[in-house]
């Protein structure tokens, strides 16, 4: 994988064959960032990564000025991976092992930006976005993006604001529904 803009842009980090992972297409993963990058000033942001595997959203944000990053997986050679990474890049991201959907459930912290990309055939996907949703993850403005496969359609819940697909990679966009009928 390799991190597509930013201070360590073109920089490769070569993971571990044995991380139960599937990291984001660097196709799908420039477009979000486009989408992002014409929304936010990523200095401003408070981000939470889900599922974060091998960290590679994480690096991103860190990559174009957050500072604020956490970065939630509940396999721990993963966490130890991006701890490592994080270290070597000098960023900061706060690394957490633990279950995510359990995570969402007991965190007070709201972020602008929760990213989520739990492994295609999960099963918890609308426990998810409604967790993060009822449970008020979303800062004022804040967006929950949600990678899923082609299989998985999310249009259907509360605080759904849009859907991208770049090849086999789909993101479902939310926003704290209030804020949606207010607009």
Request: glycine fraction near 6%.
């Amino acid at each position: 994988m390799r991190i597509v803009s930013g201070k360590w842009r073109g920089k490769r980090i070569t993971a571990p064959k044995n991380l139960p992972t599937r990291p984001t297409t660097d196709f799908g993963k420039e477009a979000l960032f486009n989408i992002l990058n014409n929304r936010y000033y990523f200095e401003d942001l408070r981000v939470l990564d889900l599922f974060s595997g091998t960290g590679n959203i994480s690096y991103e944000f860190a990559s174009r000025g957050t500072e604020e990053i956490v970065a939630v997986d509940m396999h721990r050679e993963c966490v130890r991976f991006i701890s490592k990474t994080n270290e070597e890049l000098g960023a900061s991201i706060q690394t957490v092992q633990s279950d995510a959907l359990q995570w969402v459930r007991r965190n007070a912290t709201q972020y602008d930006i929760v990213f989520a990309d739990p492994p295609y055939e999960w099963e918890h996907y609308e426990d998810l976005a409604k967790g993060i949703i009822d449970h008020k993850l979303l800062a004022e403005g804040g967006e929950a993006i949600i990678e899923h496969s082609d299989q998985t359609d999310l249009s259907h819940l509360p605080g759904f604001t849009e859907h991208r697909r770049y090849g086999h990679v789909n993101f479902s966009f939310f926003s704290n529904p209030n804020e949606i009928e207010e607009d």
